[in-house]
């Protein structure tokens, strides 16, 4: 259950982190509630799925995973907003891979 709390929560961080620039930026609510609940279910399935990858690999594959379908929508109509959109999934799933396992592999303090 821990696992599933810290996903969802780093999740939600990395969602608003994404839609603060899509909010300056006067897009629609429908793509900005979109790109924060992606955010949510890629934090979810970062921080529950077992790939024996590095963290920072597996947050940007899981994230690009779940991109997947939205993208080749939005490539349809728009391919130069993809651009910013990959850097965005790049980075942020990388950040989100990285913090959900060192959040959930902390080690308790040792006394010395």
Known sequence: MKKIRIGLLLGMVAGIIDVIPMII??????ANLSAFTM?????????TVDLNINSILK???IAFLVLLPSAI???WREPVSLIPIVIMTTILG???GFSINKTLTKKPNSKK
């Open 25 to 30: 930026q006067n897009l629609t609510w429908d």
């Open 94 to 96: 990388g950040l989100l």
């Open 59 to 61: 947050g940007i594959l």
């Open 73 to 75: 929508f939005i490539a």
């Open 39 to 47: 955010w949510i279910v890629v934090g979810f399935l970062i921080a």
